[in-house]
């Protein structure tokens, strides 16, 4: 059974940075997606960043651009969501999330974290 367990979060003032961690554990292979979704109260959870752990890929939400930055650390089969600049707009739940597919990923993924509230003040 795979499991994520996320770290990080929390509060800071609007240009600020926080970053985020997730663990997976349990994947028999060591390719696979994972990245963070987020969900602001009365808003649609969106696709924030998402690595592809074979290639070390990632791709972002065009609103944090330039801002987020999504790596990898294979050894620990850890990702991490560095959050620069922040915005009061970025303040939601955010939850990682991973599925051994893309397809699947992207419609739905199968694991998720408990997720880590961001909070960002003007």
């Known amino acids: 059974q795979v499991q994520l367990v996320e770290s990080g979060g929390g509060s800071v003032q609007a240009g600020g940075s926080l970053r985020l961690s997730c663990a997976a554990s349990?994947?028999?292979?060591?390719?696979?997606?994972m990245g963070w979704f987020r969900q602001a109260p009365g808003k649609m959870r969106e696709e924030v960043a998402t690595?592809?752990?074979?290639?070390?890929?990632?791709s972002y939400l065009d609103s944090v651009k330039g801002r987020f930055t999504l790596s990898q650390d294979r050894s620990k089969n850890t990702v991490y969501l560095q959050m620069n600049s922040l915005k009061p707009q970025d303040t939601a739940m955010y939850y990682c999330?991973?599925?051994?597919?893309?397809?699947?990923?992207?419609?739905?993924?199968?694991?998720w974290g408990q997720g880590s509230q961001v909070t960002v003040s003007s």
């Open positions: 999330a991973s599925d051994p597919s893309l397809r699947s990923y992207l419609e739905s993924p199968k694991y």
């Open positions: 349990g994947y028999t292979s060591s390719h696979y997606y």
């Open positions: 690595i592809d752990t074979d290639s070390g890929r990632a």
